[in-house]
Structure formats: C-alpha cells, structure tokens
C-alpha cells in the first residue's frame, strides 16, 4: 500500500466519525502530513459545522507550510453554510493536495481542484475512489440522479411474509438482528413508513441508540388518519406526507402543532412525485421500512438503490397473511434483481444487503 493509500484510508476512517449527522453534507475526514509525519487531523462533525479541511487546519501541531493534505473529497470552493475550503488551504502554505474524488456537487465539480491548481498547488485525483464513493453512496447519489438514495428494509418468514393474517409482527427476527436495523435508522437521513404502520404498531422510529442521531420521521398519511397522540407525533421532526382527500380541521391541527405536511393532489401519492419534493428539501437518503404496500409502492416504482432484507427460520403461511404488496412484476425478468450481495449472521437470522441492478 502506498503512502497516499494509507493516509486517504485514514481520511475515511476519520469521516465514519460523522456517520447521520452531516447530512445533507457528505462524510469527509482531512489528514495533514509534513515530512512523513502526521501534523494535523480532523473530520466534518455536522452540517452548518466546520468542514474536514479547516478542522485539521485547526489542530496542528506545526507550521504546515510546503505539507501534503488529505482527504476524502474535493475541497470545497465556495460559500455555502461555511467559508470555501480551499481559500483556507491555499492561506496555510499547503503545497499539495491528494484526495479520492471530485465533488459530485455541480456547484463545486472540478471547481476546487481548479482553484488550487491555479495558485500552483499539486493536486492528485483517484486514490481509493471506489471506497470514497461507497463511503458517501447516498450523497453521489443525491447529487448524479437529482433524487434521495433509497434503501428499503423489511423482516420476513422463509415464506416471505411479514406479517401475520391479523397483522402481528412482532417480532419475526430475534433481538440482535432488530438491534441492527434499529441502528441503521441512525445511517440514514430520514425514515418512512405508511400510515397502517403507524396504526398497528404505533412505532417510534427512533434508533434507541446512544449518541446516535434520530432521523427525520416521513409519514405517507394519504387521509391524515394519525392519531395526535401517535408516537412518532413526540417530536416535531416529522413529515407527514398526505393528500387533498386528508380532513381540512386535521390538518389545520397538525400544522398548529409545528407539523410539516405537504400535501398532493393524487389520491395515491406517486414515489417519483414524493421523491422530487424530499430532494429540493435537501433530504439525501430514506429508509423505507414499510409495511406492506409502502414497501411495494417503491418496489413498482423501482426507484430503490439498496435491500436490507432479513429472514427468520419461521414458517407463517397463510395466504391473507402479509406480505410486500403493490403490483409486483408480472414476469421473473421483470423483478429486481440485486446485486453485490453481503450477508450478515445473528444467530440464526440472516441479513441479505444488495444493490439493485439497474
């Protein structure tokens, strides 16, 4: 392993540090280094926060005049929550600069290598980009396809139900693999459920985990049927997506209590409509988790980047007993199919996670 290779991997080992709470900001960690020697280092902690760059300008332990900085992603070039990164660089004597890959962010693309090129600083692109990328999956996403990254989660039998005949749930997998997909809430900027949900289990979609951000909580609530009292309701950090067919004096009463709701015209709310509107909210990435029909909305939809799909050794049967629904393929050749599969063991549970092939 090269040099670069080593202190890039360290720039993302850095950034896991910030993993939920940059968004809408990508996960971006710096390392200085002077005569082999690392002299300063630091990550992007939250959004509206001092980025990677500037937070390891900051804890220096000496003159970084003729040094090499590091980092995950293209400094940044202009004024956004912060001051431009790369003013910053170029001030310190930074000589060169060597990091994974361009912004995908068509406000700063190409721009800030640009820039310090221009005050003759070496720039070196591609180290590690694969990981870099993967690292920040849901932000090259937001920002190639215009739209949040989708992964949708879901728990079932070997015989692919989710649900019981009368709707129980609870619990297909064992604690250890709910304690994982409670965890993954805190990955993900947001996370959605439909309205039966919410009536059946009442859920907190909360991550219970400490020092783990709780993502913001999206609703689809075509009829506004949720109770005031509602679990997810003990906070305002909620959207509750709805349509015109939703009761006017309901609405009237969730907006009064700080709710945002935004309503469509369709009695069926379209995925690739919701979609849009999340993404000029600067919401990066979902975690659909269900029930049923919202996870088949978004299977016909296919507009899903990635699958946690859990499997428990039960056997439910039953054919009223629930399963993702929606239209489905009408052929084999037709369905999703996934790739680059891991799997991940809890006892006898089993995690499949896979990307879907385009």
Known sequence: MSADEIFI????????KGLGWTNPNPMV???????????????????GHPHAEIEALNNLTEDPTGATLYVN??????????PPCTEAIIKHGI????????????????????????????????????????????FFTFHEKKRPFVAIKFAASLDGKIATRTGDSKWITNEKARIYARNLRGQYQAVLVGINTVLTDNPDLGTRIKGKKYPIKIIL??????????????DQNVILVTTTKAERKKKEQLENKGFTILVFDS???????????????????ILVEGGGETLGSFVDSKIIDKVYAFHAPIIIGGKNAISIGGKGAQTIQQALQLKNISYKKFDDNLLRIGYVEK
């Open 221 to 234: 609530d075509p009829r506004l049927q949720i109770p005031i009292n509602a679990q997810v309701l003990r």
């Open 267 to 285: 009695e069926h709310i379209k995925i690739e409509e919701l979609l849009s509107v999340l993404k000029e909210k600067e919401i990066i990435s």
């Open 95 to 138: 000589k060169k600069v060597v990091c994974a890959t361009p912004d995908p962010n068509p406000e700063n693309r190409g721009k800030g290598i640009l820039k310090l090129q221009k005050e003759n600083i070496e720039v070196t692109v591609g180290v590690l980009k694969d990981e870099a990328k993967k690292l920040n999956e849901t």
């Open 29 to 47: 960690g710096a390392v200085i280094v002077k005569n082999n020697s690392m002299i300063g280092q630091g990550f992007h902690h939250k959004a």
């Open 73 to 82: 992603l293209e400094p940044c070039s202009n004024f956004g929550r912060t």
């Open 9 to 16: 991997r360290q720039t993302l080992n850095l950034a896991k």
